[in-house]
């Protein structure tokens, strides 16, 4: 691997070090707003007026244009709704970079007021560095929450318990906005309506910029925030069946000196699961049968708000403070069935469980950002506080009664679960370009979070209620992480390379009231990041390599197991250790007019991989997560966007991967071997009389390790949607799951035991949205095109 490394690094300074590197660069803004233009056409003509070479601003409204010939030339800024600028250019020296520092544009009211956009940004961009998920464009993502617009997203796939994985590896980081959030935590992206989410970032391999956490990369949602000028806003009533209520109203304000954005959320679902299990378990060579059946009636009730503003002090520095407040309560029942036999087959005792569980959860984050540009172009000063602290209150009582052969009905057990959290993360960035192709970029970042949690088990003896199973504690996790990072960035002509080295401190102290655990864990890791790429005419190569960690969640370290279930359950490890990864990545990117190619290979070496690993004790299967050795994987993805025609797109996507692990546990080989493909394609069609069509289909092949087999998952989504009322309002219809395809099959099987299982968490949702926006400010007073315009 490491002549590998070495070979494409030589390949890529020998092909590129003779390079020119004639440049001009600067930024555009517009001229009485101050702020950035995105999307702006940069153009250079010669003294015959022939166009030497066009380019256009990125996100923050920098351009820069390289390998100029010498002479006197003409610039040109071009943008839809401003006034052209042109200013004279002139290259003395082959090797000579011009700073034009800060372009200001004027808007063209008039044409503000009469141009009609035809044209739009697709939903899926492919970029080298990351694949960007435009939500507002994708019709299937328009109804649901946060996990439906990532079961969109390419590479991205998320389990109908909310697990995300990305390249079908878990380990992935979920940031929204950037941060990490309570809301990315034990499901709680479910609370996150699509409505409310703006686009999703997704970076396989990131800079040392990043958190270094996430083996398989980062996933990035960004919410959105106003973007016009004026009072504006939007609302949306979603109905569904299963129930699915929401009513999703947001108002913003915009001027030159304050921007203000708020969503809200006010929800009502149902959901509707089914699990089946078929068990064999041998006891003293007699062998006993169990068909289980449980059927899960779910219910969710939710509000939230998101309501900040950002503050213009003047055309450099901002200020913006937002505060979310997401508050549920989930009200479930549950039903589970044992139908016990022997040997023969014959009957030997029926047990029936119901439960019924209350939780209320109340998650509150409070942001604060101070940003300071400078007048030289990329420059940039930045300073983060977060501070989000979140309650939870969780319920069971749990009946049980024997069917047969005689009715009995035994003590009822009721379990208590409380827990809080704080959590405060400070974070500074500063970025200081060397000239107008090198950019060097420091930053530090300090995070301490302290969670406690109370679980209690109690069974009814009489009147009175008795602790069952010595179940009760109280768990304290205290958690200190403080990073620093640095990195550099450079062109030379047509390569470019960003090299960063990321520094973690982490310090984690778990305790309880009764001592029965007691870890203290310290650690100090550098993770260095490596990007190169070389820009043809319309294709990229890039290489890149990032070192990450894995730290195990609040849910795989706490000791705590719900008993609902009578034959199995999960217990979390506090001895749990995190994982390290190295992770390569060969990528190319191809741009045709009406086609976009994609493709990557990648090589992932994960040492003390975390897995679940499944024991039986006492009759009761309990699983854990453990680590093993090491995980070796590495694949091959392919990602396609075509246009082949002006109302249709396809998008389509294809992965596979090849993986070995080694380990051992509870004396017990857990080495395999083993190879998994999954794919999805997508379609939309733009139909007359501005009707939308999508389709979905979902497929990943079968999963196995050395104790569980997953069998193929499949599954169809898809969804309809018109524009009314002067493009002002829009009507969607979607489906998903379609035909209840959507079933997680898996057999698990050990030296006395077989277990065959089929999930169905979620049953097929139908749901109707319509959704209107409005903008009360005259066109004549924006000074700025919106963001479509910009797209």
């Not at 403080?482 to 062109?491: H, L, W």
């Not at 990007?531 to 969640?553: C, D, M």
Request: some cysteine; overall charge neutral.
């Amino acid at each position: 691997m490491k002549t590998l490394i070495n070979c494409i690094l030589i390949l890529f300074f020998h092909l590129f070090s003779h390079a020119q590197q004639t440049s001009v660069a600067g930024k555009v803004k517009d001229k009485e707003t101050k702020e950035v233009l995105p999307y702006v056409t940069v153009s250079v003509q010669d003294s015959k007026m022939k166009t030497v070479i066009i380019g256009v601003t990125d996100d923050q409204g920098i351009f820069n244009l390289e390998g100029l010939p010498m002479g006197k030339m003409t610039i040109s800024f071009s943008f839809i709704g401003y006034q052209n600028y042109a200013q004279p250019l002139e290259i003395i020296s082959v090797k000579q970079k011009i700073e034009l520092g800060i372009i200001g544009l004027s808007t063209d009211a008039v044409e503000l007021n009469a141009v009609e956009i035809s044209g739009q940004k697709p939903n899926i961009s492919l970029k080298l560095d990351k694949k960007v998920f435009e939500v507002g464009k994708d019709v299937l993502s328009q109804n649901g929450s946060a996990n439906d617009v990532l079961n969109g997203v390419p590479s991205v796939a998320v389990s109908p318990t909310g697990s995300v994985s990305l390249r079908g590896n878990s380990s992935v980081l979920v940031l929204i906005n950037g941060r990490q959030s309570g809301l990315t935590q034990n499901n709680a992206l479910d609370q996150i309506t699509a409505d409310q989410i703006e686009r999703i970032e997704v970076i396989a391999n990131p800079s040392s910029r990043y958190d270094a956490s996430g083996s398989a990369g980062i996933i990035n949602i960004i919410l959105k925030k106003n973007k016009k000028s004026g009072f504006s806003g939007q609302v949306r009533l979603v109905a569904g069946s299963p129930n699915d209520s929401r009513l999703n109203p947001s108002i913003n304000y915009k001027s030159d000196k304050i921007n203000i954005f708020s969503n809200f959320s006010i929800r009502s679902s149902d959901y509707v699961g089914l699990y089946t299990t078929n068990q064999a378990t041998a006891n003293n060579g007699t062998t006993s049968y169990l068909n289980h059946v449980q059927n899960e009636n779910r219910h969710d009730d939710g509000k939230l708000i998101y309501i900040g503003a950002d503050y213009f002090i003047d055309e450099h520095r901002t200020i913006t403070a937002a505060f979310l407040k997401n508050a549920t309560k989930d009200n479930d029942k549950t039903q589970l069935l044992y139908d016990y036999s022997n040997a023969s087959l014959a009957k030997d005792s029926i047990l029936n469980r119901e439960g019924k569980s209350l939780e209320k959860r109340d998650y509150n984050q409070f942001e604060f950002n101070y940003t300071q540009t400078f007048k030289q172009p990329v420059k940039k000063w930045t300073i983060d506080v977060q501070y989000d602290w979140w309650n939870s209150d969780k319920d069971w009582n749990l009946a049980t009664q024997r069917l047969y052969p005689t009715v009995i009905n035994y003590a009822g057990i009721r379990t208590s679960s409380i827990g809080n959290s704080k959590d405060l993360l400070v974070q500074s960035d500063f970025t200081q370009p060397i000239d107008s192709v090198s950019v060097f970029e420091f930053g530090v970042k300090t995070e301490i979070r302290k969670v406690s949690s109370i679980f209690l088990a109690e069974q009814q003896q009489g009147d009175t209620l008795n602790i069952y199973q010595n179940i009760d504690n109280d768990m304290n996790y205290d958690e200190t992480i403080a990073s620093a990072y640095a990195q550099y960035s450079n062109k030379k002509g047509r390569f470019n390379y960003m090299l960063g080295l990321r520094n973690e401190f982490t310090k984690i102290e778990i305790t309880d009231i009764k001592n029965t655990y007691n870890d203290d864990k310290k650690y100090n890791r550098v993770f260095p990041t490596a990007n190169l790429s070389y820009k043809f005419e319309a294709s990229t190569l890039q290489f890149n390599y990032s070192k990450r960690i894995n730290r195990p969640s609040l849910y795989a370290l706490y000791p705590f197991n719900e008993l609902t279930d009578i034959n199995s359950q999960y217990i979390g490890n506090p001895d749990l250790n995190p994982s390290f990864t190295d992770v390569f990545e060969l990528a190319f990117l191809k741009t045709w007019k009406t086609f976009t190619l994609n493709p990557s290979v990648y090589y992932q070496w994960e040492s003390g991989y975390i897995q679940d690993f499944t024991y039986r004790e006492n009759d009761i299967f309990y699983t854990t997560p453990i680590n093993i050795q090491h995980e070796i994987r590495s694949g091959a993805e392919l990602s396609t966007l075509c246009n082949p025609i002006k109302w249709l797109q396809i998008n389509l996507e294809i992965n596979f991967y090849h993986f070995t692990q080694k380990g051992n546990y509870q004396d017990e080989n857990l080495d395999y071997k083993g190879q998994t493909l999954t794919g999805r394609l997508s379609t939309q069609i733009k139909l007359p009389a501005k009707f939308s069509f999508q389709g979905r289909y979902n497929f990943r092949g079968a999963q196995q390790n050395a104790q569980t087999k997953n069998d193929a998952l499949q599954s169809l989504d898809f969804g309809l949607s018109k524009m009314l009322l002067k493009d002002k309002a829009t009507l969607v219809f979607d489906v998903t799951n379609a035909f209840n395809l959507r079933q997680n099959k898996s057999t698990t099987t050990g030296t006395d035991y077989y277990i065959a299982e089929n999930s169905i968490p979620n049953a097929a949702r139908y749901r109707l949205s319509f959704v209107y926006c409005f903008n009360l400010t005259d066109p004549k007073a924006i000074r700025q095109g919106n963001s479509a315009n910009r797209n």
